[in-house]
C-alpha cells in the first residue's frame, strides 16, 4: 500500500522569518470515539489554519486508531498528517502516559509534505518512499517501527523460523549464510528496519546535505500488532512515513548520555571499560542483524550465568504478547564497535527469543567481531535525557522533540519532573514523545560533537539514551 502524499505550499509572503505555530489537543477519555471528539471539540481555541497535523497514542487505543483517524479526517480534510502510538507525550505544562494528543501546526513560509508505505519488506520500503522525497533544505523526519510485532499467527511463524535457522547455524561452515537468511525473512516480513540502513537510503536520495531524524517507534510493553505509523490519516501498522519540511533555518538537534568517542577504536573501547559496568567481553559472530555466537556458544545462554536473562519458552512469549505485558526494557545490554567512524552501538540482552540465534535492529556485518556484554552506564543525570533541547535558538520557534522512553526505567517517577525541564529550556510551543531512542543522519556542519554514537559515518544510533529536536 502506497499512502498518497499530501502536500501545502504556503507562498512565501514576509521578508522575516515566521515561526511554525502549533496548538496541542489532548483527550484521555475512556471510549476512543469520544476521546477524539473531546480533541475535535476544543478546537474552538484554535486561532489558524492547520498545515500539519502531529497524531500520537498510547496503547488505551490500541486497535482503535483508524476509527480516531477518520473522525479527524473528516474534520481537518487533507491537510499532511504524521504520527505513531507512543509511550507518552510532553506538552506545555503536561506529561502524559495514557491518552492521545493532535498537535496542529500552522507555519506560512514552509512547504510541508508527508508519505508513506505499508508494503513487503522493510529495507525495500525504505528504498520506495526514499525516491519520492525531495528537500532542497529543511529536514525530514522519518516515523518506523525499530521492532514491528506481527500478529499471532506470523509470530508463531517467526519462532518457527528462528529455530530452524538456529538448528541450521550449530556447528555449520554455512552459519552465516544461514543467518542471513533468517536476516533476509526478518526483513521480508518488516519486523526490523536498521535504523542506520535506512537513514543512509534517506541521506543518499537527499544528496547527504539535508538533516534526517529518524523516530523509531517501539512500546515498553509489547503486545501483537504492534506499534502503529499514523501517514495521512491512515492507520499504515508497520509501514514508514516520511515527514518533509522544506524551509529555511531548521535548527536539527541530535545528543545522547554518553561522552564522546575515541579517536581510534581501541580508545573508544577503553571509554566504554570506563563508562560501563563490563561484566565480559567477547569474540562474536554474526551476520547482518543476527548475531549466532558469543566465544562460540549461543548469545544468551553464554550471557546466562553473568545476568538474569534466561531463555524463556515459545508458549510464554506468545502468552505474554497476547496480554500486552512483555517487558522488553532491560538493564543489560550487548555493545558493538563500528570499524571507521570508531564509535559504539547498545542493543539490548533480554529474553526475547525461545531459540539460540540473536536478531535485532542493525546491520553488524562490517563491525569489529569484540562484542562486550554491559550493565548500566554509570554518569549521567536524567536531564541529560532531553539535552538536545539545551541547543535552542529562539524561543517562539516550534520544538518537536523525541525522548527516550529507557528513562522511565532508569528514573521512574522522577521522569514526570521532565515537563518542568522542558518548559523552563523551551519556553513554549513545543511538543515531544516518548519511545524508544530516537536516531539521525547530520550533515558534519552541524554535527555537535564527536558521538560515540556514531554508527555509520554522519549516523548516529543506539538503542538507548539518544534524543532529538527539530526547531522550526
Known amino acids: 500500500m502506497i499512502v498518497p502524499i499530501m502536500d501545502i505550499e504556503i507562498p512565501n509572503a514576509y521578508k522575516n522569518q515566521d515561526n511554525m505555530k502549533s496548538i496541542t489537543l489532548f483527550s484521555n477519555k475512556k471510549d476512543h470515539k469520544q476521546a477524539a471528539r473531546d480533541i475535535i471539540e476544543q478546537t474552538v481555541a484554535l486561532d ?99 521492532v514491528h510485532v506481527p500478529g499471532a499467527l506470523k509470530a508463531a511463524e517467526f519462532y518457527a523460523k528462528g529455530f530452524y535457522y538456529s538448528k541450521l547455524c550449530k556447528g555449520a561452515k554455512k552459519q552465516k549464510e544461514y543467518a542471513g537468511k533468517f536476516a533476509d525473512y526478518c526483513n521480508k516480513e518488516n519486523i526490523f528496519y536498521l535504523p542506520p540502513t535506512v537513514l543512509d537510503i534517506f541521506a543518499k536520495q537527499t544528496g547527504y546535505k539535508i538533516p534526517i531524524i529518524s523516530i523509531n517507534v517501539m512500546h515498553t510493553q509489547v503486545r501483537f500488532d504492534t506499534p502503529n505509523i499514523f501517514c495521512n490519516f491512515e492507520d499504515i501498522g508497520g509501514g514508514i512515513a516520511a515527514l518533509t519540511i522544506e524551509k529555511d533555518n531548521v535548527n536539527a538537534v541530535y545528543d545522547d548520555i554518553f561522552p564522546n ?6 580508545e573508544t573501547k577503553d571509554i566504554v571499560r570506563k563508562k560501563f559496568t563490563i561484566l565480559k567481553e567477547y569474540k562474536g559472530s554474526f551476520e547482518k542483524n543476527v548475531l549466532i555466537s558469543l566465544d562460540g556458544q549461543p548469545p544468551m545462554n553464554s550471557a546466562k550465568n553473568l545476568t538474569a536473562v534466561t531463555t524463556k519458552k515459545e508458549e510464554d512469549l506468545l502468552s505474554q504478547m497476547n496480554k500486552g505485558n512483555l517487558q522488553v526494557q532491560t538493564p543489560y545490554m550487548l555493545i558493538f564497535f563500528t570499524k571507521k567512524p570508531n ?110 554514537s556514531e554508527a555509520e559515518s554522519d549516523i548516529f544510533f543506539t538503542s538507548a539514551g539518544t534524543n532529538t529536536c527539530l526547531e522550526i
Open 343 to 452: 564509535g559504539m552501538v547498545l542493543v539490548g540482552a533480554g529474553s526475547y527469543y525461545p531459540f539460540d540465534i540473536y536478531p535485532f535492529f542493525i546491520n553488524v556485518s562490517d563491525y569489529s567481531d569484540d562484542v562486550f556484554l554491559g550493565y548500566e552506564f554509570i554518569d549521567f543525570e536524567s536531564n541529560d535525557f532531553i539535552s538536545s533541547l539545551r541547543n535552542l535558538r529562539h524561543k517562539n520557534d516550534f520544538k518537536f522533540f523525541c525522548i527516550d522512553v529507557g528513562t522511565i526505567s532508569a528514573f521512574g517517577e522522577r521522569i514526570f519532573s521532565y515537563k518542568d525541564e522542558v518548559k523552563k529550556l523551551a519556553k513554549e510551543n513545543y511538543f515531544g514523545i516518548i519511545t524508544v531512542a530516537p536516531s539521525a543522519y547530520l550533515p558534519k556542519e552541524i554535527k555537535k560533537r564527536d558521538y560515540i
Open 261 to 266: 568517542k575515541g579517536n581510534t577504536l581501541e
Open 48 to 146: 489558524f489554519k492547520p498545515d500539519l497535523a502531529l497524531f500520537y497514542a498510547t496503547l488505551k487505543y490500541n486497535g482503535k486508531y483508524q476509527s480516531m483517524l477518520d473522525i479527524f479526517h473528516e474534520e481537518f480534510g487533507d491537510v499532511p498528517q504524521i504520527g505513531a502510538s507512543v509511550d507518552g507525550m510532553i506538552f506545555p505544562d503536561d506529561l502524559r502516559m495514557d491518552g492521545a494528543a493532535l498537535v496542529l501546526c500552522e507555519d506560512k513560509e514552509a512547504r510541508i509534505r508527508v508519505d508513506g508505505i505499508k508494503g513487503k519488506g522493510a529495507i525495500e520500503s525504505a528504498e520506495k518512499l526514499a525516491k519520492r522525497i525531495k528537500c532542497e533544505k529543511g529536514a525530514v523526519v522519518l516515523h518506523y517501527p525499530l
